[in-house]
């Protein structure tokens, strides 16, 4: 039978009655699992803060072994574990910790640590978040076993600090490490290259851990559990009745995610879509039937009614804008720049150009060195360079978009209504998307506004 892959975020691992959930909720399968899991809430931000920290305190180290210590007991002692079973968990995790703290103090012997030793230092959130599940569950009579990427075999590509899972390396020997039948408890966030260094999997890359993993053994789906009840069309903190979407094809999520949704790593749905492997997404709050997801991700194109299935933003882009009589016409000149932020290791999410600019969308934490970068360039035709960073991007998706007239215009009169200027726009770059740069000031009312226009003034089903 196949495996099913489940995955649980920091946010489920807030307090005794959260991991009584997650343990709930593992019970209630009756398949063969591999549990993948983040890090304690807060703690990769605690870790990152601490990197800095060792650089100038060597008292640092310590502090943080013994904070995570106690705070991993304190969990602990909140559960049924047996006393011998209880001395080994907290031995496992004070071997994880005594090996953190001796990198710590060489941070701050050296006041300085390389991308190699960063990766390997944030991964120990996630380790030691597995280490403590495994136990919890062995305490519960659940047969658990820790099973770490390095033991594994998840291999990735060697690239510290956003690296991809070498599927050719790593499928097979996964799928035997994991072949067994019982619980698997898998830290995520992080794989190994073939060097076995810890190569972390980018920023929330549990998600994406979790579906290379899913990938590798051929579930038959990765369940990720979260605390909101799936995909909405809309933030609810914005917007008073979102819609529940069912169903969204692969690229319909991917985008969703890539624009700002939460509900799902950007890179998720990349090593699901050749083996079309589903995204099942529950709400841990709900009533944790494992049975009744409440969105579906698959390789099904459904299109909606009103067309736009959800609409989300992003406040994490800005613009670099590169103005110039014909400098849209200039041949040479766009090579030059993405050559030039290729080089420099920044990442280009879109390029809108017109004959008089040239509009670079960029992670907003790119945007100051991708200006020192281009200003160093000689580009004779461009006459101002300019950064635009107060700015939202709205994005309204749904298969079909491209297809079906009007939508475009009626997200800007939607827009229009409201009296919010559309900054810049682009649609036709993906079939399933169109989004709309907006003053950070508008940044809710336009969702608002959109989604007022596409749900709240018809009664359609998603």
């Known amino acids: 039978m196949p495996k099913i892959v489940v995955k649980f975020g920091g946010s489920n691992l807030k307090s005794k009655s959260d991991v009584r959930r997650v343990v709930n909720v593992i019970t209630n399968y009756d398949e063969s699992l591999v549990v993948v899991v983040s890090a304690f809430y807060g703690v ?45 968990i907290e031995n496992h995790i004070r071997e994880l910790l005594d090996e953190l703290e001796n990198y710590l103090q060489g941070i701050a012997l050296t006041g300085d640590a390389s991308p190699a030793l960063e990766d390997l230092i944030l991964a120990f959130g996630e380790r030691l978040s597995a280490v403590f ?119 319909e999520a991917a985008e969703l ?49 009103g067309v736009v299935k959800s609409v989300t933003y992003s406040d ?26 290729h080089l420099a290791g920044i990442n280009i999410s879109s390029v809108i150009t017109s004959q008089i600019s040239i509009n670079i969308l960029l992670a907003k934490k790119d945007l100051r060195n991708a200006y020192a970068v281009v200003s160093a360039e000689e580009l004779p035709a461009v006459s101002e360079l300019l950064i635009m960073e107060k700015i939202s991007v709205i ?24 009296g919010i200027n559309v900054v810049m726009s682009c649609s036709g770059a993906s079939p399933v998307v169109s989004y709309f740069l907006v003053n950070r000031d508008d940044r809710s009312k336009a969702v608002r506004a959109v989604h007022q226009e596409f749900f709240e003034s018809e009664s359609i089903a998603v």
């Not at 210590?69 to 602990?76: D, G, R, S």
């Open 44 to 88: 990769t931000n605690y870790l990152i803060e601490s990197l800095e920290k060792a650089r100038q305190n060597e008292k640092v180290a310590g502090e943080v072994s013994r904070f995570l210590f106690q705070l991993k007991k304190e969990a602990l002692e909140e559960h049924p574990i047996e006393k011998e079973l209880l001395e080994r």
């Open 133 to 251: 599940l495994q136990g919890v569950l062995e305490g519960y009579g659940v047969d658990a076993q820790y099973a770490s990427p390095e033991d594994i075999g998840l291999v990735t590509d060697g690239e510290f600090g956003s690296a991809s899972i070498d599927f050719q390396k790593a499928t097979t020997q996964v799928r035997e490490a994991l072949s067994g039948n019982r619980i698997y408890v898998v830290p995520g966030f992080y794989g190994v290259s073939d060097e076995g260094k810890v190569t972390l999997l980018g920023r929330g890359g549990s998600d994406y851990s979790a579906a290379a993993l899913a990938r590798c053994v051929g579930a038959s789906s990765l369940d990720i559990w979260k605390d909101v009840d799936g995909f909405l069309s809309a933030d609810p903190k914005l917007v008073d009745e979102p819609v529940r979407i069912e169903r969204l094809a692969y690229a």
């Open 257 to 305: 995610a890539y624009f700002g949704a939460k509900i799902l790593h950007p890179r998720t749905v990349e090593p699901l879509v050749d083996p079309h492997i589903p995204i099942r997404v529950f709400n841990i709050y709900g009533d944790m039937d494992v049975e009744k997801p409440l969105s579906i991700v698959n390789s099904d194109q459904t299109i909606r009614e």
């Open 316 to 341: 994490d882009f800005g613009v670099l804008k590169l103005k110039g009589p014909g400098v849209g016409l200039k041949p040479g000149i766009l090579a030059k720049v993405t050559t030039a932020l």
């Open 395 to 418: 994005a309204a998706v749904g298969d079909g978009l491209i297809d079906n007239y009007g939508i475009a215009a009626r997200i800007f009169s939607s827009m229009a209504s409201k």
